[in-house]
Structures are given as C-alpha cells and as structure tokens.
Nanobody
Framework: QVELVESGGGLVQAGGSLRLSCEAS????????MGWFRQAPGKEREFVAY????????YYADSVKGRFTISRDNAKNTVYLQMNSLKPEDTAVYYC?????????????????WGQGTQVTVSS
C-alpha cells in the first residue's frame, strides 16, 4: 500500500510559477513509476506528465511541454512538478499517481494509487 500526499498548490497570476510536491509513504517508492494528472471543473481528468522509476525517462502532455518539469527524489520518496509560465487554462486540481511498474503510462486507469489532489488556480 502506498499513500500519496500532494502539496504546493495555490493561487498564482498568469506567467507565474508553482512547484508541486507529492510525498509517498512506504519503502518501495523507487520501484514505482509516477505520474501527474489534473482535472478542471466540468472536465475529465487528463494526463500531465510521467516519470519512470529511475527518473531517466519523462513524458509530457503537449499542453505543458516546455513549461512543466517532472522530477523525483527517491531518497525523499517525493516526486515534483515544477510549473512555469502558468496560464489560466492550467487551473485544475492536480493529482499525483503511482504505478506498480518501472514503466510509466499516460493512462490514468493503469495507475494503482492516487493522492487527494491539490488545487492550482491561475488568474488572468
């Protein structure tokens, strides 16, 4: 069992930055692939970014590529999402997710554990 706790959300003006953190419980964090997803009001949950267990491979949705960076620190059981040049359309609840695999995926249904989410609001 893995418990995920996100933090770092908040209100920011367009063009600003935020760094989200997701801390995982358990001793096997390094064997999990991790992903970030988001859900805006009235919309389905969408993929944002993922990172493999070692951190050697990452992948981003086109909408955030070049602005967001996913990273992880396995010694701290934490995955991060650095978000720069934020836009109002980035407003959503952001969720981190863990998958019992060394490989990551864009499909939310293939993740095994989810955090409770953290709200990100970008004002224009």
């Amino acid at each position: 069992q893995v418990e995920l706790v996100e933090s770092g959300g908040g209100l920011v003006q367009a063009g600003g930055s935020l760094r989200l953190s997701c801390e995982a419980s358990g001793r096997t964090f390094s064997s999990y692939a991790m992903g970030w997803f988001r859900q805006a009001p009235g919309k389905e949950r969408e993929f944002v970014a993922y990172i493999t267990w070692s951190g050697s491979n990452t992948y981003y949705a086109d909408s955030v590529k070049g602005r967001f960076t996913i990273s992880r620190d396995n010694a701290k059981n934490t995955v991060y999402l650095q978000m720069n040049s934020l836009k109002p359309e980035d407003t959503a609840v952001y969720y981190c997710a863990a998958r019992r695999s060394y490989l990551s995926t864009r499909s939310a249904s293939e993740y095994d554990y989810w955090g409770q989410g953290t709200q990100v609001t970008v004002s224009s």
